[in-house]
């Protein structure tokens, strides 16, 4: 099993769209956890953290349910500049230090 | 903000050679750096952490008489592909801790590799 899970999509939307993607995760031990952008041939840019709480920047909401180990993230009023591949990502202290792991990614495609 | 300079960031070489990529943290000072590497379609998967002054830690399935890293200095790794097969071409990214910033690492550019 993958330690980070996500659909691979694409998910193709009009702009304007509401769209979420979520997430899975298999270790209980991931400490932190955040979504990044990665554009076409790109590095990841981190786009944010998420937290138990939830929390929010612009359109852009981050949720975390630890019980389940499930991190969503959904993206109101989509832009075409919002196409791109969302990476689910999760902090584990393994060995003596802090790794970042990376799902494989959810591809977006904002159409006008 | 920080940033992490990685070069070159594109590389396309004959079989059986060694191609060097470097990772420089250009405003902090980084006792940390991690490679990873990318095939497409696939997550970016982690191949070793650098720590400055010592060996690196290698993740499992990482040949590291392969992948040679040398970390000198506190803003300078270098991941080395030693005689690359075309198996070996893929996109290496490195990235790079900084204990004060707020982002939990900041990445390189990234060096896409292909081996002919």
């Known amino acids: 099993r993958k330690e980070v899970e996500q659909d691979p999509g694409p998910f193709n939307v009009p702009e304007g769209a509401t769209v979420a993607f979520n997430c899975t995760y298999s270790n209980s031990a991931s400490q932190s956890f955040f979504w990044y952008r990665q554009d076409c041939r790109k590095e990841p840019k981190l786009l944010m953290s998420v937290y138990s709480s939830g929390n929010e920047d612009g359109r852009f909401t981050a949720q975390l349910n630890r019980a389940s180990q499930y991190i969503s993230l959904l993206i109101r009023d989509s832009k075409l500049s919002d196409s791109a591949t969302y990476l689910c990502?999760?902090?584990?202290?393994?060995?003596?230090?802090?790794?970042?792991?990376f799902g494989a990614g959810t591809r977006l495609a904002v159409h006008p | 903000g920080a940033v992490v300079s990685q070069h070159p960031s594109r590389v396309i070489c004959k079989s059986g050679t060694s191609v060097k990529i470097e990772c420089r943290s250009l405003?902090?000072?980084?006792?940390?750096m991690f490679w990873y590497r990318q095939f497409p379609k696939q997550s970016l998967m982690l191949m070793a952490t650098?720590?400055?002054?010592?060996?690196?830690?290698?993740e499992q399935g990482v040949e590291k008489d392969k992948f040679l890293i040398n970390h000198a200095s506190l803003t300078l790794s270098t991941l080395t592909v030693t005689s690359a097969h075309p198996e070996d071409s893929s996109f290496y990214i490195c990235?790079?801790?900084?204990?004060?910033?707020?982002?939990?690492?900041?990445f390189g550019d990234g060096t896409r590799l292909s081996i002919l």
């Open positions: 990235s790079a801790r900084d204990s004060y910033g707020d982002q939990p690492q900041h």
């Open positions: 405003d902090f000072q980084a006792t940390t």
């Open positions: 990502v999760v902090n584990l202290f393994s060995g003596g230090y802090n790794k970042l792991i």
């Open positions: 650098s720590n400055e002054g010592s060996k690196a830690t290698y």
